[in-house]
C-alpha cells in the first residue's frame, strides 16, 4: 500500500516534469520560429506584427504598440530587465517576460 | 463630502438655470498636465474626499470661470482607456455610467498631451463614442514645438468635433480661453470612431433593451464591465452572464479588436493634423542622462546619495521645526496649567494637547519626505527608480514600485501605506503594505536613542565611526532585511489573483512644478492630520484616563505612601513630587495591567515598569520615553542625560544594574518589530478595507519582536 502511494506520488512527480519540459520547449520553439522584442539589442528597431498574450495585449494596445508600428529597444536596466523601448515616439518601460509577447515581423 | 455638495448646491442649482454646466470632470492619461490643469482652474478651492466605497481620493475644487458662474471641477484618476487596468481607474467608470448618482459630470475636459497625440486621443475617441460633452485640452504645446510637432488646431477641431484648445497648463496659459469654452453650453460630438460590429449587434440591443440606454458604446461597456459596474443588482448580473454566454462574447478579443480599431481611426485622422520638422532633443538629452542616472554602478550610487540626502533632511533639518513644536506644546499645558486646575485640566493638558503635540511633531518629517518624494516623481527621476530597483524587488515578491513605500516608511508607515496605492497588482500591493511598517520610522528614534545611550559606550573607530551610531544603523537594516524576508514569505503564502505587470510610461526629465509639490505636501501633511491625528488622540485619552486613575482610593493611599518614605528620606519638594506620581502610576489601571502581563514578558527580561510602556507605546511609540520617565520619577524633564543616569542607577532584587545590555537590546529588538501603532493598523484597515490585514500585522509582527526580543535576552544574559 505504501509503497503504491509512493510509486503514484512519483509518477506525478514525473508527470509535472515532463509537462515543464513540454513548456519550455514549446517556449523554446516559439521564440526560434519568431522573433520578438526580447531579442531585439540596443539602438535596434523592428514591426510589430502581433501580440501573443491576449491579457497582456490589451494594456499594450493601449500603449500604442499596434501591430505595424515599429518599436525600437532603447536602453536596458542594469541587471537586463526591465528594459525601454520606443514606440510612438514615446518611452515605454517593460518587464522583459512582457517584451517578449510582442512578436516582430 | 456630502456637506460640501449640500453647501453647494444652491449654487450649482442657479448655474444650471442659465448653462448646464456645473459639474466638469477632468480626465486623461497620467502624465498629461491633468493635475496641474486641476490647480490653475481650483487653486487652493480643493476638497479631498473620498468615491464612495472605495479608497481612491476624490479631488474636488470649485473654479470661477467668469465673474457670474462658478463651476465644480473633479479630478478623475490618470487612465489609459475607459477599460480600467487598476482600482483607482475603476472610479471613471463608477462615476460615467452609474445613471442613479446624481453628480455625473455635465462636461469632460479631456487633456491631452500634444507631443504624444496619438495615444492620448484613444481615452478621447472613447469618451466621445458614449457623447459626453467634451473639450480637448491641448496640453504641453511648448514641449510639443521644441520637439517640432506643428499641430493643425482647425483640422483637428473639425475632425474630432470638439473644441480643441492648445495650452500649456504649467504657466497658466490657455486657461482663460478655456474657462471661457467651458462656461457656454456644448453639445457631444457627432462624430464616430468606431461603430459596434455586426455580430455584436444582438447582444448589444439586447442590453440597451434591458437597461433603456440609448447608446451602443455605452451597452457594450455594459457587457465589459459588469462585473464591476457597482450600480447593476445580482439578478442583472446573472441575465448578463447568462446572455453573454448564449451570444459567445468573449471580452479579451473585442477590447483588443476595439483598440486595434481605433488606432487605425486615429491615424487616419492625425495624418492630416500632425507634422514633425525635427528630431526630438529633448529625447536624446534625457537618453544621454539615463546613461549615468541608469547606468549599473554610477545609477545605484547617485540613488544611494540621494536616499542619504533624504534621510539627512528628515532627521537633521526637520529637528528644528520638531523642537519648536515640542516647545511650544509644552509651553501651552505650562500655561494652562499654571492658571487653572482640575481634572478636566489635566484631562485637556496631558491627554488632549499632548496627543495632539504627538501627531504634530511628525509634521515637519512628513512634509519633508513628500517634498522629496514630489521632486523625484515631478522630475521623471522616481521611474529610474521603479526601473533600476524591479528585478531586485520581484525576486522578494514586491516590486519596483513598492520602493517609494518603503523608502517613505522610514519616516512613517501611515503616508507609506498611503503612498503603495499607485501599484496595480493586488499581490504585490499588499505585500507592500504588509511589510512596509517593519521598516523603522521615526517614532522609534527616541526610544533608539534612550537605550543606545544606556548600553552602548560613546567610542569612536577611526575618528568619525560613532559605535552608537553603528548600533542605530544597524537597528535600521535590521528593519529592512525584516521587511525584505518577510515579503519573501508572503510571496510563497499568497495566491496571485491578476498577473503583475510593468508596462508603464517613461518620461522624460523635466524640472519639478513647484505648485504641484507644494500642493502635494500640504495634502498629505494634512491627510496625516485627519486620518492617524483623530485616532493618536483618541487613544492617547483613554490611555491617559487609564494612567491617571486606579480603582478605589488606591491614589490616595500611593500618594500617602510616597509622602511618608519621602519624609524618612528627606527629599526635596520635587523629588517628592515625582515619586508621588511615580507610586500613583503604579497603582493606576494602567499599573496594574503591567502588573498583570509582567509573567508574560518576564521572559523578555521586562518588569511591570516596561509593561506600562508597552502598553502606553500602543498610541505611539515615542510615548515610551514620557513613561519611563514618569515611572522612573525622573520628572517633566526629559532630557536624554537624565534619563540615562537615572535609568542606569536603577537596580533589580539583587541590588545589580536593572538595565543590562540584554535587557536594553532585548528592548530595542522588541520595538524595531513590534507593531505598537494605531494609526497604521488603522490606515491599513481604510488601504485594504478588510480586518484581516491590520489583524495580520498585528499578530506577525507583535510575534515576530516576543519571539526575537526572548532570544536576544536568553542569550546575552
Given at each position: 500500500?505504501?509503497?503504491r502511494?509512493?510509486?503514484?506520488?512519483?509518477?506525478?512527480?514525473?508527470?509535472?516534469?515532463?509537462?515543464?519540459?513540454?513548456?519550455?520547449?514549446?517556449?523554446?520553439?516559439?521564440?526560434?520560429?519568431?522573433?520578438?522584442?526580447?531579442?531585439l539589442?540596443?539602438?535596434?528597431?523592428?514591426e510589430?506584427?502581433?501580440?501573443?498574450d491576449?491579457?497582456?495585449?490589451l494594456?499594450?494596445?493601449?500603449?500604442?504598440?499596434?501591430?505595424?508600428?515599429?518599436?525600437?529597444?532603447?536602453?536596458?536596466?542594469?541587471?537586463?530587465d526591465?528594459?525601454?523601448?520606443?514606440?510612438?515616439?514615446?518611452?515605454?518601460?517593460?518587464?522583459?517576460?512582457?517584451?517578449?509577447?510582442?512578436?516582430?515581423? | 463630502?456630502?456637506?460640501?455638495?449640500?453647501?453647494e448646491?444652491?449654487?450649482?442649482?442657479?448655474?444650471?438655470?442659465?448653462?448646464p454646466?456645473?459639474?466638469?470632470?477632468?480626465?486623461?492619461?497620467?502624465?498629461?498636465?491633468?493635475?496641474?490643469?486641476?490647480?490653475?482652474?481650483?487653486?487652493?478651492?480643493?476638497?479631498v474626499?473620498?468615491?464612495?466605497?472605495?479608497?481612491?481620493d476624490?479631488?474636488?475644487?470649485?473654479s470661477?470661470?467668469?465673474p457670474?458662474?462658478?463651476?465644480?471641477?473633479?479630478?478623475?484618476?490618470g487612465?489609459?482607456?475607459?477599460?480600467?487596468?487598476?482600482?483607482?481607474?475603476r472610479?471613471?467608470?463608477?462615476?460615467?455610467?452609474?445613471?442613479?448618482?446624481?453628480?455625473?459630470?455635465?462636461?469632460?475636459?479631456?487633456?491631452?498631451?500634444?507631443?504624444?497625440?496619438?495615444?492620448?486621443?484613444?481615452l478621447?475617441?472613447?469618451?466621445a463614442?458614449?457623447r459626453?460633452?467634451?473639450?480637448?485640452?491641448?496640453?504641453?504645446?511648448?514641449?510639443?514645438?521644441?520637439?517640432g510637432?506643428?499641430?493643425?488646431?482647425?483640422?483637428?477641431?473639425?475632425?474630432?468635433?470638439?473644441?480643441?484648445?492648445?495650452?500649456?497648463?504649467?504657466?497658466?496659459i490657455?486657461?482663460?480661453?478655456?474657462?471661457?469654452?467651458?462656461?457656454?453650453?456644448?453639445?457631444?460630438?457627432?462624430v464616430?470612431?468606431?461603430?459596434?460590429?455586426?455580430?455584436?449587434?444582438?447582444?448589444?440591443d439586447g442590453?440597451?433593451?434591458?437597461?433603456?440606454?440609448?447608446?451602443?458604446?455605452?451597452?457594450?461597456?455594459?457587457a465589459?464591465?459588469?462585473?464591476?459596474?457597482?450600480?447593476?443588482?445580482?439578478?442583472?448580473?446573472?441575465?448578463?452572464?447568462?446572455?453573454?454566454?448564449?451570444?459567445?462574447?468573449?471580452?479579451?478579443?473585442?477590447?483588443?479588436?476595439?483598440?486595434?480599431?481605433?488606432?487605425?481611426?486615429?491615424?487616419?485622422?492625425?495624418?492630416?493634423?500632425?507634422?514633425?520638422?525635427?528630431?526630438?532633443?529633448?529625447?536624446?538629452?534625457?537618453?544621454?542622462?539615463?546613461?549615468?542616472?541608469?547606468?549599473?554602478?554610477?545609477?545605484?550610487l547617485?540613488?544611494?546619495?540621494?536616499?542619504?540626502?533624504?534621510?539627512?533632511?528628515?532627521?537633521?533639518?526637520?529637528?528644528?521645526?520638531?523642537?519648536?513644536?515640542?516647545?511650544?506644546?509644552?509651553?501651552?499645558?505650562?500655561?494652562?496649567?499654571?492658571?487653572?486646575?482640575?481634572?478636566?485640566?489635566?484631562?485637556?493638558?496631558e491627554?488632549?494637547?499632548?496627543?495632539?503635540?504627538?501627531?504634530?511633531?511628525?509634521?515637519?518629517?512628513?512634509?519633508?519626505l513628500?517634498?522629496?518624494?514630489?521632486?523625484?516623481?515631478?522630475?521623471?527621476y522616481?521611474?529610474?527608480?521603479?526601473?533600476?530597483?524591479?528585478?531586485?524587488m520581484?525576486?522578494?515578491g514586491?516590486?519596483?514600485?513598492?520602493?517609494?513605500p518603503?523608502?517613505?516608511?522610514?519616516?512613517?508607515?501611515?503616508?507609506?501605506?498611503?503612498?503603495?496605492?499607485?501599484?496595480?497588482?493586488?499581490?504585490?500591493?499588499?505585500?507592500?503594505?504588509?511589510?512596509?511598517?517593519?521598516?523603522?520610522?521615526?517614532?522609534?528614534?527616541?526610544?533608539?536613542?534612550?537605550?543606545?545611550?544606556l548600553?552602548?559606550?560613546?567610542?569612536?573607530?577611526l575618528?568619525?565611526?560613532?559605535?552608537?551610531?553603528?548600533?542605530?544603523?544597524?537597528?535600521?537594516?535590521?528593519?529592512?532585511?525584516?521587511?525584505?524576508?518577510?515579503?519573501?514569505?508572503?510571496?510563497?503564502?499568497?495566491?496571485?489573483?491578476?498577473?503583475?505587470?510593468f508596462?508603464?510610461e517613461?518620461?522624460?526629465?523635466?524640472?519639478?512644478?513647484?505648485?504641484?509639490v507644494?500642493?502635494?505636501?500640504?495634502?498629505?501633511?494634512?491627510?496625516?492630520?485627519?486620518?492617524?491625528?483623530?485616532?493618536?488622540?483618541?487613544?492617547?485619552?483613554?490611555l491617559?484616563?487609564?494612567?491617571?486613575?486606579?480603582?478605589?482610593?488606591?491614589?490616595?493611599?500611593?500618594?500617602?505612601?510616597?509622602?511618608?518614605?519621602?519624609?524618612?528620606?528627606?527629599?526635596?519638594?520635587?523629588q517628592?513630587d515625582?515619586?508621588?506620581?511615580?507610586?500613583q502610576?503604579?497603582s493606576?489601571?494602567?499599573?496594574?495591567?503591567?502588573?498583570?502581563?509582567?509573567?508574560?514578558?518576564?521572559?523578555l527580561?521586562?518588569?511591570?515598569?516596561?509593561?506600562?510602556?508597552?502598553?502606553?507605546?500602543?498610541?505611539?511609540?515615542?510615548?515610551?520615553?514620557?513613561?519611563?520617565?514618569?515611572?522612573?520619577?525622573?520628572?517633566?524633564?526629559?532630557?536624554?542625560?537624565?534619563?540615562k543616569?537615572?535609568?542606569?542607577?536603577?537596580?533589580?532584587?539583587?541590588?545589580?544594574?536593572?538595565?543590562?545590555?540584554?535587557?536594553?537590546?532585548?528592548?530595542?529588538?522588541?520595538?524595531?518589530?513590534?507593531?505598537?501603532?494605531?494609526?497604521?493598523?488603522?490606515?491599513v484597515?481604510?488601504?485594504t478595507?478588510?480586518?484581516?490585514?491590520?489583524?495580520?500585522?498585528?499578530?506577525?509582527?507583535?510575534?515576530?519582536?516576543?519571539?526575537?526580543?526572548?532570544?536576544?535576552?536568553?542569550?546575552?544574559?
Amino acid at each position: 500500500m505504501q509503497y503504491r502511494g509512493t510509486a503514484c506520488i512519483l509518477q506525478l512527480f514525473i508527470n509535472s516534469l515532463n509537462k515543464r519540459r513540454e513548456i519550455v520547449h514549446n517556449r523554446v520553439q516559439e521564440s526560434q520560429q519568431q522573433k520578438s522584442v526580447r531579442d531585439l539589442k540596443i539602438g535596434e528597431s523592428g514591426e510589430i506584427s502581433s501580440l501573443n498574450d491576449p491579457e497582456m495585449a490589451l494594456k499594450l494596445l493601449e500603449m500604442g504598440c499596434i501591430p505595424g508600428a515599429e518599436v525600437k529597444l532603447n536602453s536596458k536596466a542594469p541587471f537586463g530587465d526591465p528594459v525601454t523601448i520606443i514606440v510612438n515616439d514615446y518611452t515605454l518601460s517593460l518587464r522583459l517576460d512582457e517584451a517578449e509577447t510582442i512578436l516582430l515581423k | 463630502m456630502a456637506v460640501t455638495i449640500e453647501a453647494e448646491a444652491p449654487e450649482a442649482k442657479k448655474a444650471t438655470a442659465h448653462h448646464p454646466v456645473a459639474r466638469i470632470a477632468l480626465i486623461g492619461n497620467p502624465n498629461s498636465g491633468k493635475t496641474s490643469l486641476f490647480n490653475q482652474l481650483t487653486g487652493l478651492n480643493q476638497k479631498v474626499g473620498n468615491f464612495p466605497g472605495v479608497t481612491v481620493d476624490k479631488k474636488t475644487g470649485v473654479s470661477q470661470l467668469t465673474p457670474q458662474l462658478k463651476a465644480q471641477i473633479i479630478d478623475l484618476p490618470g487612465s489609459y482607456s475607459l477599460y480600467p487596468k487598476s482600482l483607482d481607474e475603476r472610479v471613471i467608470i463608477d462615476l460615467l455610467y452609474d445613471p442613479a448618482l446624481n453628480n455625473r459630470p455635465d462636461l469632460v475636459i479631456v487633456t491631452a498631451d500634444a507631443s504624444n497625440l496619438k495615444r492620448n486621443l484613444l481615452l478621447f475617441t472613447q469618451l466621445a463614442d458614449l457623447r459626453i460633452p467634451a473639450v480637448l485640452a491641448l496640453n504641453m504645446m511648448d514641449v510639443a514645438e521644441a520637439e517640432g510637432v506643428k499641430i493643425d488646431i482647425e483640422v483637428l477641431q473639425r475632425d474630432l468635433g470638439v473644441p480643441v484648445i492648445p495650452m500649456n497648463a504649467r504657466k497658466g496659459i490657455g486657461i482663460a480661453a478655456l474657462k471661457i469654452l467651458i462656461s457656454q453650453q456644448l453639445a457631444a460630438t457627432e462624430v464616430s470612431f468606431f461603430e459596434v460590429p455586426a455580430r455584436l449587434r444582438p447582444m448589444v440591443d439586447g442590453i440597451k433593451e434591458r437597461f433603456s440606454l440609448n447608446n451602443d458604446y455605452l451597452a457594450l461597456h455594459y457587457a465589459h464591465q459588469y462585473k464591476h459596474l457597482r450600480f447593476l443588482s445580482e439578478d442583472d448580473k446573472v441575465w448578463m452572464a447568462q446572455l453573454l454566454e448564449t451570444q459567445g462574447f468573449k471580452s479579451t478579443t473585442e477590447q483588443a479588436n476595439e483598440t486595434i480599431a481605433r488606432y487605425v481611426r486615429i491615424n487616419e485622422v492625425l495624418l492630416d493634423v500632425v507634422r514633425v520638422d525635427k528630431a526630438k532633443e529633448e529625447e536624446k538629452f534625457s537618453n544621454k542622462l539615463d546613461q549615468i542616472l541608469t547606468h549599473r554602478v554610477y545609477g545605484y550610487l547617485i540613488f544611494m546619495g540621494l536616499l542619504f540626502l533624504v534621510f539627512q533632511a528628515v532627521f537633521a533639518w526637520a529637528s528644528y521645526p520638531m523642537d519648536l513644536i515640542d516647545e511650544g506644546i509644552a509651553a501651552l499645558n505650562t500655561l494652562i496649567q499654571e492658571n487653572f486646575n482640575g481634572p478636566l485640566i489635566n484631562l485637556l493638558t496631558e491627554g488632549v494637547i499632548a496627543g495632539l503635540g504627538g501627531v504634530l511633531i511628525f509634521i515637519p518629517q512628513i512634509a519633508i519626505l513628500f517634498a522629496f518624494i514630489a521632486i523625484l516623481e515631478e522630475t521623471g527621476y522616481m521611474a529610474r527608480v521603479t526601473f533600476m530597483m524591479d528585478k531586485i524587488m520581484r525576486k522578494f515578491g514586491l516590486n519596483g514600485k513598492s520602493v517609494v513605500p518603503l523608502i517613505s516608511g522610514v519616516a512613517c508607515a501611515v503616508p507609506a501605506v498611503m503612498s503603495a496605492r499607485t501599484i496595480e497588482n493586488w499581490k504585490d500591493r499588499m505585500i507592500t503594505i504588509f511589510v512596509t511598517p517593519l521598516m523603522s520610522c521615526s517614532a522609534r528614534i527616541p526610544v533608539y536613542t534612550v537605550l543606545i545611550a544606556l548600553v552602548v559606550p560613546e567610542v569612536y573607530y577611526l575618528g568619525f565611526m560613532n559605535l552608537q551610531g553603528i548600533v542605530l544603523m544597524g537597528l535600521y537594516l535590521l528593519g529592512f532585511l525584516s521587511a525584505i524576508l518577510s515579503a519573501l514569505l508572503l510571496k510563497v503564502l499568497l495566491k496571485a489573483r491578476e498577473r503583475s505587470y510593468f508596462i508603464m510610461e517613461f518620461p522624460v526629465y523635466r524640472m519639478p512644478r513647484w505648485k504641484n509639490v507644494g500642493l502635494t505636501i500640504f495634502e498629505k501633511s494634512r491627510t496625516f492630520v485627519l486620518e492617524a491625528g483623530k485616532i493618536i488622540v483618541a487613544v492617547s485619552i483613554i490611555l491617559w484616563v487609564l494612567a491617571s486613575y486606579g480603582p478605589g482610593d488606591s491614589f490616595e493611599r500611593a500618594e500617602e505612601r510616597a509622602v511618608a518614605e519621602a519624609e524618612v528620606k528627606g527629599l526635596s519638594d520635587v523629588q517628592t513630587d515625582n515619586l508621588i506620581s511615580s507610586y500613583q502610576l503604579e497603582s493606576s489601571y494602567a499599573g496594574r495591567f503591567g502588573h498583570a502581563i509582567e509573567p508574560a514578558i518576564r521572559p523578555l527580561g521586562y518588569d511591570w515598569k516596561i509593561g506600562i510602556a508597552l502598553l502606553t507605546s500602543f498610541a505611539a511609540r515615542e510615548v515610551f520615553v514620557g513613561t519611563i520617565s514618569t515611572i522612573y520619577s525622573i520628572g517633566e524633564e526629559e532630557n536624554v542625560t537624565t534619563i540615562k543616569d537615572k535609568l542606569m542607577s536603577e537596580k533589580d532584587a539583587d541590588g545589580n544594574p536593572f538595565f543590562t545590555p540584554a535587557r536594553a537590546f532585548s528592548l530595542l529588538i522588541f520595538y524595531a518589530f513590534a507593531m505598537q501603532c494605531i494609526s497604521t493598523l488603522a490606515i491599513v484597515r481604510r488601504e485594504t478595507k478588510s480586518w484581516m490585514w491590520p489583524l495580520a500585522q498585528l499578530v506577525y509582527m507583535t510575534g515576530l519582536a516576543y519571539v526575537s526580543a526572548f532570544a536576544v535576552f536568553q542569550l546575552m544574559s
